[in-house]
């Protein structure tokens, strides 16, 4: 079975911490940037976070930038996104997928022409609330 399967998610105050994981399952992860992504309800999705295959480089949108951090173990088949300083508007669903044209990060948020995200999760929950 060829996907994604995202974990971590929960329900946290505002100003705390959460660590999504996500965990690529039927593929090899190391050979391709994996970017994350949340939709809140009535809001269109949104591309949060990006990191590349191997040389470290990432990318964030402006708003999660300084206060969420993704990494990966390729040994693990698995990427991570550290969310510290959490934030209301933060509340969505997160979804984990691979960029299927690239290896590494290029630009967020990106184009179809720049990217081509495939494989897919279905998703971890996050709420932030008092």
């Known amino acids: 079975q060829v996907q994604f399967v995202e974990s971590g998610g929960g329900l946290v105050q505002p100003g705390g911490s959460l660590r999504l994981s996500c965990a690529a399952s039927g593929f090899s992860l190391d050979d391709y940037a994996v970017g994350w992504f949340r939709q809140a309800p009535g809001k269109e999705r949104e591309e949060v976070s990006c990191v590349g295959h191997s040389d470290g480089s990432t990318l964030y949108a402006d708003s999660v930038k300084g206060r969420f951090t993704v990494s990966r173990d390729n040994a693990k088949n698995t990427v991570y996104l550290q969310m510290n300083s959490l934030k209301p508007e933060d509340t969505a669903i997160y979804f984990c997928?691979?960029?299927?044209?690239?290896?590494?990060?290029?630009?967020?948020?990106?184009?179809?022409?720049?990217?081509?995200?495939?494989?897919w999760g279905r998703g971890t929950q996050v709420t932030v609330s008092s």
């Open positions: 997928a691979a960029d299927l044209m690239n290896s590494r990060c290029k630009v967020l948020p990106s184009t179809p022409g720049q990217t081509a995200y495939g494989y």
